[in-house]
């Protein structure tokens, strides 16, 4: 952490990330860090809960907050996301809107924007995958938005091959509040070691089982234990909430637990750079979308009321 001395000259802002499903936002924050601290797939609304990726500059700390995708709510878990969606906006210092230029203005983003009124707090945004369309079709779309809600500042990206993410970042050092760091010079995220890797085990399941399996699937790290000679042993459940679920995730002969066991682990020996020995367990909890316990292992508030 910064010193009392250094106090003085420092700045720290937290900038959200809000948006519709699948607009970007994690690939978005893993390319700000520098490395994967979100987890990302094809699949929509894989974030559940709000991830910090923190960024150190000379004197300024960013602290980008990856927010869920905001969606029409349709059950309990939805709910619970999407409050931690506008919550993560509410208490930032800066939100900026991401929106996928393939998509252009839709009833979801019309929404969001009518949301984005409320915020009190500079509003920027964010046109992602500028790669896939044409320079006209992208003016056309930022005037039409700016036109809807004030924006402070738009930028046009591509987050996925690193286009304009430096401007953007940029800007942000440029425009938050001064005062100390929340987080160490070194630190990339808030997540904890157990989080992280079941974060990346869920990844892997979706990507792997992701026309089978419904959303509603998860995965916890069960114990995470840094074993004597420096590897780490990791047990996880995932917890699935039919039976007829269950024999997709395993596979014939346990070949697609073992897959997913295996890419999670390569990416959890990679990120930790120590040998990696993972264990994991698949439990049928058919009301696990219910269970408030569940909502605190994944960071989320329990929405109480009818589903």
């Known amino acids: 952490m910064n010193t009392p001395e250094q106090l003085s000259d420092t700045s720290c802002g937290f900038i959200a990330l809000v948006g519709a499903p699948n ?30 990726g923190v960024v150190t500059l000379d004197k300024a700390q960013l602290v980008f907050i990856d927010t869920p995708g905001i969606f029409a709510p349709k059950r309990r878990l939805d709910r619970a996301m999407v409050d931690s969606a506008w919550g993560g906006a509410g208490d930032a210092d800066i939100v900026a809107l ?20 409320n915020v009190n707090h500079p ?13 006209e079709e992208l003016l ?19 987050a996925l091959k690193g ?30 070691m157990a989080i ?35 590897s780490y042993k990791i047990d996880q459940v995932i917890y699935l909430s039919r039976e007829s679920h269950k024999k997709i995730v395993l596979g014939a002969g346990g070949q ?32 696990w979308g219910d269970d408030p316990e569940r909502y605190r292992e994944m960071g989320l508030e329990y929405p109480h009321g009818k589903n």
């Open 196 to 230: 992280t890797a079941a974060e990346i085990t869920r990844e892997k399941l979706f990507l792997r089982v992701h026309d089978e399996i419904p959303y509603n699937s998860t995965v916890e790290t069960e114990s995470f234990k840094i074993q004597k000679d420096g």
């Open 256 to 287: 697609t637990i073992k897959a997913i066991g295996a890419e999670s682990r390569k990416e959890l020996m990679a990120m930790y750079e120590v040998p990696i020995h993972l264990f994991l367990f698949v439990k049928v909890r058919e009301k």
């Open 23 to 52: 607009a970007g936002k994690s690939t978005l924050l893993n390319s700000l860090v520098g490395t994967k601290v979100s987890i990302v797939t094809h699949k929509a609304q894989t974030t559940r809960s709000q991830v910090r």
């Open 98 to 117: 991401i929106v996928d230029v393939d998509r252009g203005v839709t009833p979801e983003l019309e929404k969001l924007l009518e949301g984005l009124e």
């Open 163 to 192: 286009y304009g993410v430096q401007d953007f970042m940029d800007w942000c050092v440029k425009h938050i509040p001064p005062g100390p760091w929340h987080f160490p010079e070194d630190h990339l995220t808030d997540l904890t």
């Open 140 to 158: 056309a779309l930022s005037e039409s938005i700016n036109a809807k809600l004030r924006f402070e500042a738009t930028f046009m990206i591509s």
């Open 123 to 135: 509003r920027i945004l964010i046109l992602n995958k500028i790669d896939t369309v044409k320079n």
